[in-house]
């Protein structure tokens, strides 16, 4: 059924509005069941091979899709987002996905556990429920951005499942805080791979979020060790979680769960890889770093893939007004653009020398960039390398303050 939002603007005009993809959102709900399509088609054929179908349909049908659909730029009239952002029906949505990914986890490792399956295939089913459990911290990342005690906790549950408890802290006190700047883990830097980003990326990412949550525990006079640590809190559904499939279907999930887990983080690893890459913010009189814009993001408005990931790659608005709700994010004009959703660009990342084929030059043709290295994140290791490409000589290079490693 339709709903159509009215509301006055600011001009004393009545707007009215109705969501298009309000039925569409369902997908971001199914979408982590996809691994029981492999599963389903295993039992019916019995090719081990078909339990990889959902990687297929991830990396190949869904930027297909991207590219046929396109885009969807429409935005909803800010008079009625207070009406949109109260409208349970979206919560609910995300609310409901959290549950799902506990049962695509047990569904997989039941599989695993109870048929005769081949080396490979156990780890294939295992990177597959990696990738599902990735779309679980993409949950859990617009949950934890919401304030109220169901959605933190329904954020902690969903993190739970790949052992990602420390997301929540360290993505929003950490991370939107030092976004686009040397200073930050989570944003690559001009000039650096994938495989050396997630070397900073994770480690940097655990050891920010458990200083954070240290001190927040100790301006409560309370032990980081307390049961008051929001990341215990998840970690410790992830032990119950994880030793009880041990328990249940054996040793084999040990090498399953790591796997699974791994492969969850590196997706993560993935989407920051391309949600900020080389993207600088500048510095201001008094050394501070100017507040996060939207051009400090990089944006895309395929409509498959918002429509699976809760419109995380409307990623620009997101970190300018990090409260918003999912379905009232909104496309702006002049964004820094990938040319793919992230289904599309993460393997494209995979490949360094085509990933800096790609955005080197798209990065650097910005308006708030113009080709002036001065203004992109640059890592330190191919800073030389990179003026030199890019016809600026090695002494500007050199001028230029250090950025931290």
Same mark, same amino acid.
């Given at each position: 059924?339709?709903?159509?939002?009215?509301?006055?603007?600011?001009?004393?005009?009545?707007?009215?509005?109705?969501?298009?993809?309000? &039925?569409?959102?369902? +997908?971001?709900?199914? *979408?982590?069941?996809?691994?029981?399509?492999?599963? &389903?088609?295993? &039992?019916?054929?019995?090719?081990?091979?078909?339990?990889?179908?959902?990687?297929?349909?991830? $990396?190949?049908?869904?930027?297909?899709?991207?590219?046929?659909?396109?885009?969807?730029?429409?935005?909803?009239?800010?008079?009625?987002?207070?009406?949109?952002?109260?409208?349970?029906? *979206?919560?609910?949505?995300?609310?409901?996905?959290?549950?799902?990914?506990?049962? #695509?986890?047990?569904?997989?490792?039941?599989?695993? /556990?109870?048929?005769?399956?081949?080396?490979?295939?156990?780890?294939?089913?295992? $990177?597959?429920? /990696?990738?599902?459990?990735?779309?679980?911290?993409?949950?859990?990342?617009?949950?934890?951005?919401?304030?109220?005690?169901?959605?933190?906790?329904?954020?902690?549950?969903?993190?739970?499942?790949?052992?990602?408890?420390?997301?929540?802290?360290?993505?929003?006190?950490?991370?939107?805080?030092?976004?686009?700047?040397?200073?930050?883990?989570?944003?690559?830097?001009?000039?650096?791979?994938?495989?050396?980003?997630?070397?900073?990326?994770?480690?940097?990412?655990?050891?920010?979020?458990?200083?954070?949550?240290?001190?927040?525990?100790?301006?409560?006079?309370?032990?980081?060790?307390?049961?008051?640590?929001?990341?215990?809190?998840?970690?410790?559904?992830?032990?119950?979680?994880?030793?009880?499939?041990? #328990?249940?279907?054996?040793?084999?999930?040990?090498?399953? +769960?790591?796997?699974?887990?791994?492969?969850?983080?590196?997706?993560?690893?993935? #989407?920051? $890889?391309?949600?900020? $890459?080389?993207?600088?913010?500048?510095?201001?009189?008094?050394?501070?770093?100017?507040? %996060?814009?939207?051009?400090?993001?990089?944006?895309?408005?395929?409509?498959?893939?918002?429509?699976?990931?809760?419109?995380?790659?409307?990623?620009?608005?997101?970190?300018?007004? %990090?409260?918003?709700?999912?379905?009232?994010?909104?496309?702006?004009?002049?964004?820094?653009?990938?040319?793919?959703?992230?289904?599309?660009?993460?393997?494209?990342?995979?490949?360094?020398?085509?990933?800096?084929?790609?955005?080197?030059?798209?990065? +650097?043709?910005?308006?708030?960039?113009?080709?002036?290295?001065?203004?992109?994140?640059?890592?330190?290791?191919?800073?030389?390398?990179?003026?030199?490409?890019?016809?600026?000589?090695?002494?500007?290079?050199?001028?230029?303050?250090?950025? &931290?490693?």
């Amino acid at each position: 059924m339709a709903v159509i939002y009215e509301a006055l603007d600011a001009n004393g005009t009545r707007v009215e509005y109705r969501d298009r993809k309000r &039925a569409w959102w369902a +997908l971001s709900v199914v *979408y982590p069941l996809l691994p029981f399509l492999g599963i &389903a088609v295993h &039992a019916l054929t019995g090719y081990q091979i078909a339990l990889g179908l959902p990687l297929l349909i991830s $990396y190949g049908l869904m930027p297909l899709l991207d590219f046929l659909i396109g885009e969807d730029r429409n935005n909803p009239p800010e008079a009625v987002v207070p009406q949109l952002d109260e409208d349970r029906y *979206y919560r609910w949505l995300t609310w409901a996905t959290v549950p799902l990914h506990f049962i #695509a986890l047990i569904g997989c490792a039941w599989w695993v /556990g109870t048929q005769h399956l081949s080396w490979w295939a156990v780890l294939l089913l295992a $990177y597959v429920a /990696g990738t599902d459990s990735g779309l679980g911290i993409n949950t859990g990342h617009e949950l934890g951005h919401k304030r109220t005690a169901v959605e933190q906790w329904l954020a902690r549950l969903v993190l739970a499942v790949p052992a990602y408890g420390h997301f929540t802290v360290e993505h929003g006190r950490g991370h939107h805080r030092f976004v686009s700047t040397p200073e930050d883990h989570a944003s690559a830097r001009m000039g650096e791979t994938i495989y050396r980003f997630v070397l900073r990326e994770i480690p940097g990412g655990i050891r920010r979020a458990w200083r954070l949550e240290a001190e927040r525990l100790a301006q409560r006079g309370k032990s980081p060790w307390s049961l008051g640590n929001t990341m215990l809190q998840s970690y410790a559904v992830t032990a119950l979680l994880q030793l009880g499939l041990v #328990a249940a279907f054996g040793w084999v999930m040990l090498p399953f +769960l790591a796997v699974h887990n791994v492969v969850a983080w590196w997706q993560l690893t993935s #989407a920051n $890889y391309v949600e900020h $890459y080389g993207l600088l913010r500048a510095r201001l009189a008094d050394g501070r770093y100017e507040a %996060p814009q939207p051009h400090h993001s990089w944006n895309t408005n395929h409509l498959v893939t918002n429509l699976a990931t809760f419109h995380l790659q409307r990623h620009s608005d997101h970190h300018a007004y %990090p409260s918003r709700r999912y379905q009232s994010l909104r496309h702006f004009e002049q964004l820094p653009q990938l040319p793919s959703g992230y289904f599309g660009m993460f393997p494209l990342a995979y490949v360094p020398p085509l990933w800096f084929r790609v955005m080197d030059p798209r990065l +650097l043709a910005l308006p708030h960039v113009q080709g002036d290295l001065r203004r992109v994140n640059i890592d330190p290791l191919r800073r030389a390398q990179l003026y030199r490409r890019y016809g600026q000589c090695d002494a500007q290079a050199s001028a230029e303050p250090a950025q &931290a490693a």
